[in-house]
């Protein structure tokens, strides 16, 4: 059966900076447990488990934000990740600077128009 399987990242839990990104997945391939990564991978093999968070993410999720990201890091005091991304007018390198991912800002944006669309429709209609 083929199977699509979300990435997994695991992270510094002092510094939310990522250790390892299994990257996703598909075709005949098996979920691996938490366990199993800790035995395959070297990034995990040279850290002590209980400094190590993972966030594990469903197939495809993030996906833009991912293609469109130039560096990522889990936020160490919400456990939520943050993207980083290009600044198309920078001329020299800058630090990155970490936030949520695009594709929820955009969609709380949307959501913030439908409402100030329906509160001014009210406002009208009441008139």
Do not use: W
Not at 44 to 64: N, S
Not at 80 to 103: G, I, R, W
């Amino acid at each position: 059966m083929i199977n699509q399987i979300g990435r997994k990242i695991y992270f510094d839990k002092a510094t939310g900076n990522v250790i390892l990104d299994t990257g996703e997945m598909v075709g005949y391939v098996q979920e691996t447990t938490i366990d199993q990564d800790f035995e395959t991978y070297q990034a995990l093999k040279e850290r002590v488990r209980d400094t190590v968070g993972v966030i594990q993410l469903e197939y495809g999720q993030y996906a833009e934000d991912f293609a469109q990201c130039n560096g990522f890091r889990v936020n160490p005091e919400t456990l939520e990740l943050e993207f980083s991304y290009p600044d198309p007018n920078a001329t020299e390198p800058h630090e990155p600077v970490y936030q949520k991912p695009l594709t929820e800002q955009l969609k709380e944006t949307q959501q913030a128009v439908v409402e100030l669309t329906l509160l001014l429709a009210t406002m009208n209609g009441g008139m």
